[in-house]
């Protein structure tokens, strides 16, 4: 459960940081804000697919685990490395506010045109988010084989013993389930007699 809910935490906390605002940058126009959504657009995409994966783990064998474990592994990398590519290059990753605000496009002009540019904490609450998905997945791949395995509810149910008498219902489970039920021993009386 704690492997679960740190995945879902994570995810949750990336698209909190997706829709505040990144960058705050200073032109002879006026102050514009880059949120999330246009510093970092696969953020949002990385953190559903994060909580998807939370929800199929509640269901998932030991085999799916380890799948699982790895691709929260992989999206955490991915959430890390959008957050710093968008801290490491804002112009790049979020030129295109200044270019709706004064109609300039192209890195080099945008940079020219920008006094001041300020860094507000979303970003690091992003980097935090990817660093809770790989702590996360790495747990899973350490304890996935020491989880419970799934309770009566998820698995096959029989509705009748096996070797219950043979009546309309069941004969019609048995096709239901792609079974032919005159394949069974008859009783007849033996194979010389009729019905």
Known sequence: MLAV???V???????????????????????????????????AALAVASLALGAALTLAGPV????????????GLGLGATAIGALVAPYESA??????????AGTDSIESL??????????FVAIASALGALAS????????RRWPGSTRRYQ????????????????????SEGDDPTDGPRDDGGPGNSR
């Open 156 to 175: 096959a149910v029989r509705l009748a013993p096996a070797d219950a008498p043979r009546t309309a219902a069941a004969d019609w489970d048995a096709l």
């Open 95 to 104: 030129g295109t506010v200044v270019t709706e605000l004064t109609g300039v």
């Open 64 to 75: 799916f685990r380890v799948v699982f474990a790895l691709l929260e592994l992989a999206i």
């Open 9 to 43: 935490a994570s995810a949750a906390l990336a698209l909190l940081a997706w829709t505040q605002p990144w960058f705050r940058f200073t032109t002879d126009a006026g102050i514009v804000e880059a949120p999330g959504e246009a510093a970092a657009p696969a953020l």
């Open 114 to 123: 920008v006094s001041a540019v300020a860094v507000t904490p979303w970003p």
């Open 137 to 144: 997945g790495a747990w899973i791949l350490l304890t996935a």
């Open 5 to 7: 809910l740190g995945v």
